[in-house]
């Protein structure tokens, strides 16, 4: 179901602050613009902040979603450990349930997120 957020909603992070900006390099968010932003077509709500391991790419290529594997043809270079990347907040809760979650960087992470995620497994994985 696409996520419409409120005014107030769209640039704020999970702790009530102004969202902060992800990572440019490389460059993440739904929209491509360095944020965790959302919107009507971001389907997967792509609002989590995470610091990715090798163990969560691995969890990720497991189910059927490889972020490893560069894919030029969409002007995506293919994530390694330690890059910052806006991941969808259900796939995130499911690493979480699986004890293969990421750290989440809470000024980067839309509050969009506490509709899919509770502010204390964030909490229990920020950086």
């Excluded at 971001?42 to 990715?52: E, K, M, S, W």
């Excluded at 391991?53 to 043809?73: C, V």
């Excluded at 990347?85 to 809470?106: H, I, N, S």
């Amino acid at each position: 179901m696409p996520f419409d957020p409120t005014p107030q909603e769209s640039n704020r992070n999970v702790l009530g602050g102004v969202l902060a900006a992800c990572s440019e390099k490389p460059l993440t968010g739904f929209y491509r613009d360095g944020c965790c932003n959302t919107g009507p077509q971001d389907r997967g709500l792509h609002t989590v902040c995470a610091v990715l391991t090798q163990e969560f790419l691995t969890f990720s290529m497991s189910r059927g979603n490889d972020l490893s594997t560069p894919r030029p043809e969409f002007d995506f270079p293919g994530l390694k450990p330690g890059d910052r990347w806006c991941l969808c907040a259900a796939r995130w809760k499911e690493a979480y349930d699986a004890g293969m979650a990421p750290k989440v960087v809470l000024s980067a992470t839309q509050e969009a997120t506490l509709r899919i995620v509770n502010i204390e497994a964030l909490k229990e994985h920020a950086v």
